[in-house]
């Protein structure tokens, strides 16, 4: 199994950066062959794609909503795929979630088997 777990929210003035973090627990195995993906729910609506990245081709995905403004990566040294944000607007507010999946990248949340628990991302006006 795959344990995901999340860190880096917080909250940010609009205009501002913060960088997230997404890594294997302890108990879980390393990203390895695994496609990763950032997802977010903004407060009273659907998790919606972000980006995401592969693992043998290492290349990368964006949402037209944050194309320019985010950029996706992965350390294997580290074992750690990170989520720059940056020129933050008030509706980046949301809950991101970092998932992962065996196979290709895909943008529907349904096609990710493990998933992190969240980590919130406020950003004020």
């Known amino acids: 199994q795959v344990q995901l777990v999340e860190s880096g929210g917080e909250l940010v003035q609009a205009g501002g950066s913060l960088r997230l973090s997404c890594i294997a627990s302890?108990?879980?195995?390393?990203?390895?062959?695994?496609?990763v993906g950032w997802f977010r729910q903004p407060p009273g609506k659907e998790r919606e794609f972000v980006a995401g990245?592969?693992?043998?081709?290492?290349?990368?995905d964006y949402a037209d909503s944050v194309k320019g403004r985010f950029t996706i990566s992965r350390d294997n040294a580290k074992n750690t795929v990170s989520l720059q944000m940056n020129s933050l607007k008030p509706d980046d507010t949301a809950v991101y979630y970092c998932?992962?999946?065996?196979?290709?990248?895909?943008?529907?949340?349904?096609?990710?088997?493990?998933w992190g628990q969240g980590t919130q991302v406020t950003v004020s006006s």
């Open positions: 302890a108990s879980g195995r390393s990203f390895s062959g695994y496609a």
């Open positions: 998932a992962a999946r065996v196979g290709p990248r895909s943008r529907l949340a349904q096609d990710y088997r493990y």
């Open positions: 990245i592969s693992w043998y081709v290492n290349n990368s």
